[in-house]
Structures are given as structure tokens and as C-alpha cells.
T-cell receptor, first 114, second 113 residues
Framework: AQSVTQLDSHVSVSEGTPVLLRCNYS??????LFWYVQHPNKGLQLLLK??????LVKGINGFEAEFKKSETSFHLTKPSAHMSDAAEYFC????????????FGAGTILRVKS | NAGVTQTPKFQVLKTGQSMTLQCAQD?????MYWYRQDPGMGLRLIYY???????DKGEVPNGYNVSRLNKREFSLRLESAAPSQTSVYFC????????????FGSGTRLTVV
């Protein structure tokens, strides 16, 4: 079975400092991994995706994530936080062997302080 | 713009009432999904339809029914609403043959009193 663990329910950073949102996954086969962002009272927006190509994935708004199979991790990073990055972030795993159904982590709320 | 359209955006129901949430996509995707979002739990799959004419249960199907009306439309029905069904509901679609993630609708905020 697939599962996702987001290691922090809340992360607080100051504007201009680096962001690290941690994610570990469990999947039996070759997973696809995603990060989605949800701003307050909004829908979900795809930030980036890993689908077995390059292990370092670049997404929108300066975010990137690195797929590390040996550590079963897919952490999301950004060099310099902006106030507009304040939102909830979801790490998601999917596998063709499970019908491409998305399995979501519980989410990490990112707070950016001025 | 191409995408997933959900209606209504907001709804308040009394316990025991029924309603149908509508979802339509115009991207010619084969697969469609209904999720519910509750605080601290991420999104959980209620039902999905891998292709027109098929539906399957997800993680939390109890209290819900679905209909894949055609390739574009996938509706979610609550026959007898309960307060535990207060949630935000998201519809999504994907193309399994070119799988780059899902496209989500903007959500329906449902309150059952």
C-alpha cells in the first residue's frame, strides 16, 4: 500500500530565509510524487512532480524537490521565502500499480513572518 | 479555460436532507475522482471512476453514491446528510495514459447542521 508522511504539521520561517518541508513516502513500486499547494479558501495547485526522470525537480515560484529513493524522501525546498508562500502544502504519492490514485499527506501549514 | 468545474461552491444542508454535487471536465480525461478534505487529514478519496461506465470505492465511501453520467461528468450524491459529512469536497480528473497529476476543481464547501 502507499502512504505519505509529512513530518511537520506547521513550519514557520522569516521572509527571505530558506524553506524546507519534509516528506517521506511508502510505495511498493515506482512512484510518482507531487507537491500541491493550497492557499486559504482556494483550490489545489500543482507545484511540481516527479515521474521517474531527473531526481531534482524544479517547480513553479522557485520551489524544488529532490527524490531520494534510498531515503524514501521527497522534501520540498525554496532558497528564499516570500510572504505569498504562506499556504498549506501537500505531499502526494501515486503509482500506476494502484491505478494512479493519489494518496495525500496530512499537509504542512507554512507561515512566513515579516 | 479548460479545467474541472464543480457546482455548487457552497451549500448548507439539514441532517437527513439529500443533495448532489456536480462535476464536469472538458479535458477529455478518462479518470475522475471525488475527494473530501478535513483539517489535519489531507484529502481522502471517496469514489473514483477509471473510465466512463465504471466506478469504484475509495478510502471513505460510506454515505455517498456516485454516477459517471458520461465521459465529462461525475456526480456525488449524499442520500441522507449527516454532520460528519461537513467538509470541503474536491472533484478531480486525470489522463492515466499521460499521467502528470490531477486537475482539481475549486471545491464545494458543505455544512450539515
Amino acid at each position: 500500500a502507499q502512504s505519505v508522511t509529512q513530518l511537520d504539521s506547521h513550519v514557520s520561517v522569516s521572509e527571505g530565509t530558506p524553506v524546507l518541508l519534509r516528506c517521506n513516502y511508502s510505495s511498493s513500486y515506482s512512484p510518482s510524487l507531487f507537491w500541491y499547494v493550497q492557499h486559504p479558501n482556494k483550490g489545489l495547485q500543482l507545484l511540481l512532480k516527479y515521474t521517474s526522470a531527473a531526481t531534482l525537480v524544479k517547480g513553479i515560484n522557485g520551489f524544488e524537490a529532490e527524490f531520494k529513493k534510498s531515503e524514501t524522501s521527497f522534501h520540498l525546498t525554496k532558497p528564499s521565502a516570500h510572504m505569498s508562500d504562506a499556504a498549506e502544502y501537500f505531499c502526494v504519492v501515486s503509482d500506476r500499480e494502484y491505478g494512479n490514485k493519489l494518496v495525500f499527506g496530512a499537509g504542512t501549514i507554512l507561515r512566513v513572518k515579516s | 479555460n479548460a479545467g474541472v468545474t464543480q457546482t455548487p461552491k457552497f451549500q448548507v444542508l439539514k441532517t437527513g436532507q439529500s443533495m448532489t454535487l456536480q462535476c464536469a471536465q472538458d479535458m477529455n480525461h478518462n479518470s475522475m475522482y471525488w475527494y473530501r478534505q478535513d483539517p489535519g487529514m489531507g484529502l481522502r478519496l471517496i469514489y473514483y471512476s477509471a473510465s466512463e461506465g465504471t466506478t469504484d470505492k475509495g478510502e471513505v465511501p460510506n454515505g455517498y453514491n456516485v454516477s459517471r453520467l458520461n465521459k465529462r461528468e461525475f456526480s456525488l450524491r449524499l442520500e441522507s446528510a449527516a454532520p460528519s459529512q461537513t467538509s470541503v469536497y474536491f472533484c478531480a480528473s486525470s489522463d492515466p495514459d499521460r499521467f502528470y497529476g490531477y486537475t482539481f476543481g475549486s471545491g464545494t464547501r458543505l455544512t450539515v447542521v
